[in-house]
Structure formats: structure tokens, C-alpha cells
């Protein structure tokens, strides 16, 4: 289970990320990823809407989910503790219905890789 620390619980927070952050989408999530200069700590939200299913099956989902986060939690913990923290929402598509927990595991892993590489051309090097 994911520390309070590392949670978003406000709406603005929500709709802040969704907006500014990098989107990076798979088969069954999409992804939001924004840094957060004023946390220290990786924070993750969950969209699990009514399209996904009923009440029972959007808990399992967000499981799913949140047991990925919580795994992926290491990865995704930014390199310089100085540099502030970041703010992660998945969104969960119908798909992530049938989607395996593995397969909910490799899209945030994948969404991870690419924020950090793309991150990593920002800071040190201008893009063609």
C-alpha cells in the first residue's frame, strides 16, 4: 500500500498534473507526469471512471494498480533529492478490465522510462 506521503488527495492536484503533465499512453492507462518543485516525495493518483465498469471492478482495477505504483515506487523517485518530487496520475481505459497485473506493471514502467529519458534531454542538451 502506498505511504500517505505519496499520494495525491486533492482534486487540484489531480487536474494540475492532468493538464501540464507529460502524457505518455498504452493499451490500457494513460499516463500524466508532472515534476513537483514544492513535494520531496513521488505522489500517485488513480482515475478509475464508470466507463471502466461497476464499482467492484473499478476497485480491482485501482488495486491493480496502486500494487504497480507501489512496486514501481523506486524507479520513479528522482535521482537528486534537491530536484523535488513528481506527481503521477494513471488513468485507467476500459481495456485495463482484462489487462493482467503485469501488463498494468510494464505500462507504468514504460511510462517511467520515458519521462526520465525525456527529462534528460530537456536539462542538458537542446533538441534538434
Request: aromatic share 8%; hydrophobic share 40%; net charge positive.
Amino acid at each position: 500500500m502506498l505511504a500517505k506521503a505519496n499520494r495525491i488527495t486533492r482534486g487540484v492536484d489531480y487536474r494540475v498534473t492532468v493538464r501540464r503533465g507529460a502524457r505518455f499512453s498504452g493499451a490500457s492507462t494513460l499516463t500524466y507526469i508532472r515534476p513537483n518543485p514544492d513535494s520531496d516525495a513521488v505522489r500517485f493518483g488513480f482515475i478509475v471512471s464508470k466507463t471502466v465498469g461497476n464499482a467492484v471492478t473499478r476497485n480491482l482495477v485501482r488495486r491493480r494498480l496502486k500494487a504497480a505504483a507501489y512496486d514501481l515506487l523506486p524507479r520513479f523517485s528522482p535521482a537528486e533529492p534537491a530536484s523535488g518530487g513528481l506527481d503521477v496520475v494513471v488513468r485507467a481505459l476500459p481495456a485495463s478490465v482484462q489487462a493482467p497485473w503485469a501488463s498494468l506493471h510494464e505500462e507504468l514502467s514504460r511510462a517511467s522510462a520515458r519521462f526520465t529519458s525525456r527529462s534528460h534531454l530537456s536539462k542538458g542538451s537542446v533538441r534538434p
